[in-house]
């Protein structure tokens, strides 16, 4: 399967900052990756499709003006929290699609904690 | 719409008893794949099931795809403490879909 990485693992910032986190693929071309967010105990939620080359497509009901995502090339996908707050702490996973199945490969996370 | 539900939604044993999660759709899937999510942690993929009637074996977890596509189980024989954690239970939307649909979870608590 394909291997994804994230960076950070986990950040604290302040109220009204902003956060980028990046997405790489180590071994494979992604044209397409997925950004989920995941709340305590519960199930990821797709944010948003990110298109290399292009613009994402958000899912109904996120803020593509709160959540930047750039997909600059085949191998990495950034998603920049603008104006951070509070309610934005969660879990952020990326992953991208692959194989015949279209199988997911899940990045390890990024846990961030706005204060 | 597809939807997976998957039950439980939450399992606590003890070390060394068997079970049984469930997923299961009324729409007819291409595949399904089982990932194991730890806290602080990205999902694992354990198994991608494709064909009806299917069944995988990961050493003491075994997988099964439904005759028809639209359902699958993972079994885990004497469970251990390192079992613990959220499966997930995901399948390509539509037809070769691009987007993926994920059951709500089974959070497994394994107690020594």
């Known amino acids: 399967g394909a291997v994804v990485s994230q960076h950070p693992s986990w950040v604290i910032c302040k109220s009204g900052t902003s956060v980028k986190i990046e997405c790489r693929s180590l071994?494979?071309?992604?044209?397409?990756m997925f950004w989920y967010r995941q709340f305590p105990k519960q199930s990821l939620m797709l944010m948003a499709t990110?298109?290399?080359?292009?613009?994402?497509?958000?899912e109904q009901g996120v803020e593509k003006d709160k959540f930047l995502i750039n997909h600059a090339s085949l191998t990495l996908s950034t998603l920049t929290v603008t104006s951070a707050h509070p309610e934005d702490s969660s879990f952020y996973i990326c992953?991208?699609?692959?194989?015949?199945?279209?199988?997911?490969?899940f990045g390890p996370g990024t846990r961030l904690l706005v204060l | 719409t597809q939807l997976l539900e998957q039950s439980p939604q939450f399992l606590s044993i003890q070390e060394g008893e068997n079970l049984t999660v469930y997923c299961n759709s009324s729409?007819?899937?291409?595949?399904l794949q089982w990932y194991r999510q730890e806290p602080g942690e990205g999902p694992v993929l354990l198994v991608t099931?494709?064909?009806?009637?299917e069944v995988k074996k990961l050493k003491r977890l075994t997988f099964q795809f439904g005759d028809a596509r639209k359902d699958s189980s993972l079994h885990i024989t004497a469970a251990q403490p390192g079992d613990t954690g959220l499966y997930l239970c995901?399948?390509?939307?539509?037809?070769?879909?691009?987007?993926?649909?994920f059951g709500a979870g089974t959070r497994l608590f394994v107690k020594a």
């Open positions: 992953s991208l699609q692959g194989g015949r199945w279209e199988t997911q490969y």
């Open positions: 071994d494979f071309q992604a044209t397409t």
């Open positions: 990110s298109n290399e080359g292009s613009k994402a497509t958000y």
């Open positions: 729409s007819v899937f291409s595949s």
């Open positions: 099931v494709v064909t009806g009637g």
């Open positions: 995901a399948g390509p939307e539509g037809t070769g879909g691009f987007k993926t649909i």
